[in-house]
């Protein structure tokens, strides 16, 4: 089983979400996970241009490392996403990243996935952020199992708290990979996405037809 983690934090292995993120990967490792780590802010991550073209073709235009992040992200079995607020959000380097994936939205291409967030703050919204990166999961398919964050502005206890619960997370996150764990409500997020999605690429089949034909492969046409 592989655990991928994406770290959106500048600051690296200083930074306090990277002490939530190695809480997390050492839970998922202790109940068995292979674990990939990737700081996303060292990776050349261009922005998207809105040109479409990974609609039509499944190649995006700039040559960078997106396509081996995307890569190393489709063959994960699980997902943790981690990011400090930056300005009430997720920093510019990992929405850089979402943004580079709207043809893996299109084509919902993380379902079956499992993944969970992890946000740190100096004062606030650690909470929003993790809401906000686990929607954005959810928006890919993934199913969510949980979130984890801190506010640097509080006590120790808190933070050491929160470490106990990203290790229990990264278990967590095996377990219920382990076990498909089912989400009623989440599947109905996801079966609300199939729909919005299966009329996207329908209505544009002539112009994306890298999307129709991924559609026509996975037999959900
Ligand atoms: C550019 C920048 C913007 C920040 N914006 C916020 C913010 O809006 N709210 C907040 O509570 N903390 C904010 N912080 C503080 C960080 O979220 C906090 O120190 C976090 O723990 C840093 O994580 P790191 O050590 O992994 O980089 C900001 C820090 C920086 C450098």
Known sequence: MKILVLSGSPRGKSGNTYRLMDSAVRGAQDAGAETVFIDITKKE???CTGCSTCYSTGKCIHED????ILALILESDGIILGSPVYINSVTAQLKTLFDRMPDAVHCQ????????????AGGSNADLVCDYMNETLRFMGVSTTGEVYAVMAEDDNAFNEACNNAYELGKDLVAAISEKRVYPEQDIIHGE????MKNIVLSNKNNWSHEFDYWKKKGWL
Do not use: P, Q, V
């Open 193 to 196: 996405m199939h729909d919005r």
């Open 65 to 68: 490392d997106y396509e081996e």
């Open 45 to 47: 991550i261009n922005y």
């Open 109 to 120: 291409m993380l379902a079956g996935k499992y993944g969970f967030s992890i946000s740190t």
